[in-house]
């Protein structure tokens, strides 16, 4: 608690003329996106942008204005449409520099101006998730671990001579899973530091299409993994995040088909990578069936001591204990983090600003900022686990990037 609270009083730095000119921008932005919609939806301007803005409107104009038999407006329902309909595409552009202006932009300037520290400040809440991930709130628009978007991220911008950190955990929820579930594939390849996302889609993007066993494909892994391209890449982070947690292959369909793989398989598709998955990791199956019993059982627990209760779905059961570790771990390492930064044993005049799922965030002085992350990467990949009464088995990795932007 003590942590999270000065990194809430900490905040992070913004860039107040980069706001405003981003205010504009999106702004200019959106008038253009409406102008363009006008016109291929032959409406009037402003009539046009109330189409865009008001979900009454916008089926009212996906009725009438194009004959599509659709009851939802949400980014779900269109995102199908979006490829076959300009004026579609348009709508979702326009909402999403609605979005930007009214999540981040007029909130922080309004929040910068009431605080006058140059400095955004999230507070930090440890038990508003039933997974136990870390949430964030503001008097108002989004908070810190909301900013996805690199425009955004941009405006988070250190004063010269200092720089900004950003140091995240790899494929965490992944080695945490392989870890509870002893599955020994996985762990072999985190150990050799091999890329699980490459590996596998090298096995159910490839060898699995061509017929091949696991046991057949093993002795040719690296001539696989060596072929995969990055589509095929991004698409097994698809099958590694979603069949993790037991998804079934209906289901799956549909996670694969939203951002940000953005992918249509067919059932038989869906049914095969899930079948080559829990070929190629089989103790992911026997963990995922153990979960029963733990619902019998009535509730679940991390090696940090996090309880929770009153478990109807199997999922839940799986899930909650790997997102609750991985938030742990992070929350642990940054608790050391921060002791060690009040004891001076970090350079740099530096100050921990902010904390992610599986990220940490860090300002310092330019000239110690190769060290300070030295330190926090040392931490994070052997956090001190030891003094809880436990060890992790699987290798963690982490990853930092320095620069003059959280961007």
């Not at 949400?74 to 609605?98: H, M, S």
Request: proline share 5%; charged share 25%.
């Amino acid at each position: 608690i003590p942590m999270l609270a000065k990194v809430a009083l900490n905040g992070v730095p913004i860039n107040e003329e980069g706001l405003d000119e981003a205010i504009v921008a999106n702004s200019e932005e959106e008038d253009r996106l409406v102008q363009e919609l006008a016109k291929v939806a032959k409406l009037p301007v402003e009539y046009a942008r109330q189409v865009a803005t008001s979900p009454t409107k916008t089926a009212f104009y996906l009725r009438d204005g194009l004959g599509l038999g659709i009851t939802s407006t949400n980014e779900e329902a269109l995102v199908d449409l979006a490829p076959r309909y300009p004026a579609i595409k348009l709508i979702q552009a326009i909402r999403g520099t609605r979005k930007k202006a009214g999540t981040y932009f007029l909130p922080w300037r309004i929040l910068l101006k009431e605080q006058g520290d140059c400095r955004l400040h999230s507070v930090y809440r440890i038990t508003a998730s039933r997974t136990g991930r870390t949430s964030v709130e503001l008097e108002m628009g989004a908070g810190f671990q909301l900013v996805y978007q690199g425009e955004v991220r941009s405006l988070i911008k250190a004063k010269p001579g200092r720089k900004i950190g950003s140091s995240d955990y790899s494929s965490i929820e992944m080695r945490v899973a392989a870890w509870f579930a002893q599955e020994d594939t996985m762990i072999g390849f985190f150990k050799a530091d091999i890329d699980v996302h490459t590996a596998t889609a090298a096995y159910v993007a490839k060898a699995l299409k061509e017929g091949l066993s696991v046991q057949e494909f093993w002795p040719r892994r690296d001539e696989y993994m060596a072929s995969v391209t990055k589509a095929e890449r991004q698409a097994a982070k698809g099958v590694n995040f979603g069949l993790l947690y037991g998804m079934q292959p209906p289901h799956f369909q549909e996670y694969m088909k939203a951002d940000p793989y953005n992918l249509t398989l067919s059932l038989r598709d869906a049914e095969m990578a899930h079948t080559g998955y829990f070929s190629l990791y089989p103790k992911l199956r026997a963990w995922h069936a153990s979960a029963y019993k733990i619902m019998r059982r009535g509730y679940t627990v991390t090696p940090f001591g996090r309880y929770r209760r009153r478990l109807d779905d199997e999922r839940k059961v799986i899930n909650t204990p790997v997102q609750s570790t991985a938030s742990e771990l992070g929350i642990y390492v940054m608790t050391v983090l921060h002791e060690m930064n009040e004891r001076g044993e970090i350079p740099g005049h530096t100050l921990f600003i902010g904390f992610g799922h599986d990220s940490i965030v860090f300002e310092c002085d330019e000239d110690a900022a190769d060290e300070v992350a030295a330190i926090v990467k040392d931490v994070m990949e052997h956090p001190p686990t030891e003094k809880l009464g436990f060890t992790i088995p699987v290798p963690l990795k982490a990853e930092i990037t320095i620069g003059d932007t959280w961007a």
